[in-house]
C-alpha cells in the first residue's frame, strides 16, 4: 500500500463530473449548459405558482362571480356520536369543555364549536361549546345532561 492507491470511501464524494462555468476550455462554459437566453438561464430564477410562460394564467382567465361575507363565522362541528363513542373510550366523564375538546383533538384553540345532533347520547354530560343545534340541545337534555353556550 502507497499514498498512490489510496482511494476515497464509497459513497463519500458526491461532485462527479465536470463542473460547469469554469472557462471555455473545459468544455462546460459559455453558457454553462443553461441554453441562450430566457428567464431559465438568468440568475435568480424561480417559476412562480400558476406561470403559464406569460399565456395569461388560468386563475385571472377564469370570470370573478359570487359574494364572500367578511362577517361570517364557521364552525367547527362534533357529533354526539363522536361525544358518546369518547365516554364508551372512558376519554371523558361528567363534563366536556373546550379545552378537552382541543386537547383530543377534535377543534383548533381558534376555532369555534358547534354540537351537531347525529346520533344518539346516552351519557349524562355537562356540555361547554359556543354552538348547539336544537336537536343536539334536546338530546343532551334528554339524557339528564346539560348545555352551556360559551
Given at each position: 500500500m502507497d499514498l498512490?492507491?489510496?482511494?476515497?470511501?464509497?459513497?463519500s464524494v458526491k461532485n462527479k463530473g465536470k463542473r460547469v462555468g469554469r472557462g471555455?476550455?473545459?468544455?462546460?462554459?459559455?453558457?454553462s449548459r443553461r441554453g441562450h437566453k430566457g428567464a431559465k438561464s438568468r440568475s435568480g430564477y424561480a417559476k412562480k405558482l400558476g406561470f403559464e410562460g406569460g399565456q395569461m394564467p388560468l386563475q385571472r382567465r377564469v370570470p370573478k362571480f359570487g359574494f364572500t361575507n367578511?362577517?361570517?363565522k364557521d364552525y367547527q362541528g362534533v357529533n354526539l356520536d363522536t361525544l358518546q363513542a369518547l365516554v364508551d373510550d372512558k376519554k371523558i366523564k361528567g363534563s366536556i369543555n373546550f379545552d378537552t375538546l382541543v386537547?383530543?383533538?377534535?377543534?383548533?384553540?381558534?376555532e369555534?364549536?358547534?354540537i351537531l345532533g347525529r346520533g344518539e347520547l346516552k351519557a349524562k354530560l355537562k356540555?361547554?361549546?359556543?354552538k348547539f343545534t336544537a336537536t343536539a340541545k334536546a338530546a343532551i337534555e334528554a339524557a339528564g345532561g346539560e348545555a352551556v353556550e360559551l
Open positions: 498512490s492507491s489510496l482511494k476515497p470511501a464509497e459513497g471555455q476550455g473545459s468544455g462546460k462554459g459559455g453558457t367578511i362577517n361570517r386537547d383530543l383533538r377534535l377543534a383548533r384553540k381558534n369555534m364549536v358547534k356540555v361547554s361549546a359556543h
